[in-house]
């Protein structure tokens, strides 16, 4: 299992590396753990990439990390990407779930964080749908899956991801997760610039398909909220196929897939 403490050394690694890629902490979980953000050059045109929203979906930690290791060596040889953009990288929105699901103290289906809240429900984005129509599925409280929290944002972990957002003005964000093999585009009646042509470029990058979230599933997630306050270009890329937590085994077929759709992320222009 790729854990917290692979993810830092790892990070810890690339920074030692790359002079133009550093750290930062973007704010605490429930349990006190970081949730960092790797910084990989100096643009003004920010991206902002995330991972492991949901506990049983740590797989996408490792996807997003070997990306980032890619792009250094990328921007090593072709450093006008550095003077263009700056990739903000956070691997592990929600580590204390990610543990708890590799150390077993919660089942493999956990995809919440340490107080039983779905972190990527919590977001403001019409949550009072979000919460009804997690009610009228049987998500009334705290759990392993579908809880939406007692108000937008009451946990550490979805505020951080608010506050650094606003804070470093992303352009675009991307959010992985899993699992399907498809690529989320589009919310409500927003049409943020740029948005479809550059989710026909992941879908063509890949063989994953663009298509609608059923509206059931939709409302208060981080993709929601930022296309929403922001109108710009949000995606969620629902990374493999299979039952979560997916097995460590298929890293490398998901990899291989999801990678054009990564490297279509930073081809915005500013």
């Not at 006008?80 to 103290?105: C, H, K, S, W």
């Not at 289906?109 to 009804?132: C, F």
């Not at 957002?165 to 352009?171: G, H, I, N, P, S």
Request: aromatic fraction near 12%; hydrophobic fraction near 35%.
């Amino acid at each position: 299992m790729y854990s917290f403490e692979m993810m830092t050394h790892a990070m810890h690694k690339i920074t030692q590396t790359y002079a133009f890629a550093t750290t930062e902490t973007i704010g605490t979980s429930c349990l006190g753990k970081p949730i960092y953000a790797l910084c990989i050059g100096y643009g003004a045109t920010a991206i902002g990439y995330n991972a492991a929203h949901h506990a049983n979906e740590w797989l996408t930690t490792p996807l997003l990390m070997q990306f980032v290791e890619a792009y250094c060596r990328f921007c090593e040889e072709n450093t006008d990407y550095l003077q263009r953009f700056t990739l903000y990288a956070i691997p592990m929105v929600n580590p204390d779930g990610v543990e708890a699901v590799q150390n077993g103290t919660r089942p493999p289906h956990w995809k919440a964080n340490a107080r039983g809240v779905d972190l990527n429900s919590n977001y403001p984005a019409s949550w009072e749908t979000a919460r009804q129509n997690k009610h009228a599925q049987g998500y009334t409280q705290a759990g392993a899956i579908g809880y939406v929290g007692e108000r937008p944002l009451c946990e550490p972990e979805s505020s951080a991801m608010v506050a650094y957002t606003q804070l470093r003005d992303f352009a675009l964000t991307l959010s992985l997760h899993t699992q399907g093999e498809e690529i989320y585009w589009r919310y409500r009646h927003f049409d943020p610039p740029r948005a479809q042509e550059l989710a026909a470029n992941m879908q063509n990058a890949s063989t994953y398909l663009c298509v609608d979230v059923p509206d059931e599933a939709s409302h208060g997630g981080y993709r929601d909220w930022f296309i929403e306050a922001f109108n710009r270009p949000g995606f969620t890329i629902e990374c493999g196929l299979g039952v979560n937590p997916l097995p460590y085994e298929d890293f490398d077929a998901i990899y291989e897939k999801v990678k054009g759709i990564l490297w279509a992320g930073v081809d915005v222009k500013d």
